[in-house]
């Protein structure tokens, strides 16, 4: 019997090695679970970010269309005013009044393609700005959500804190 006893032995060793290995193995399992959890947090919190981001676009984009309706309505402003002026050079043989209307026309004219210029090269760099400060904030929130600026938990748009422009040193004086 003492054989038999040592094969319960060695088998009862065996289970616990083959229980112990399996403890290991359900611990590793437990964390990864909880790994993938804290991913599936961190994939929604970037759907939600990136949703008001495109929310926060999307305007400029409407904007942006609006500043290519406005391009061609220039360029058609700029047709006009070269009509115009070629009806001025014509006009020598016709009446002053009809003459005056139409220099009138042609100023006025001019006067909206000016403005509409003015307005697109404002427009544009407005537009550029913010587009500008939508990526940074976006690079922002991309190393917030790498744990670059703290902790996911606190993650929502405009939670920066504000960006105070440093002083520029004084000059030494003589």
Sequence with gaps: HVGGAQRLERAYIALQDAHRAQTAELHRLQAEARDLSKYKRTVASQEKLIARLEALVKPALKDAHKGRVADSELSALRAKVAELERAHADAAGIGTEEHVKLVMRAEQAERRAT?????????????????????????EKDAQLMGGFGSLANLALDELPPVVPREPPEPSRP
């Design 115 to 139: 403005a509409t210029e003015a307005e697109m090269a404002e427009n544009a760099r407005k537009y550029a700005r913010e587009v500008a400060q939508l990526k940074l904030r976006l690079a």
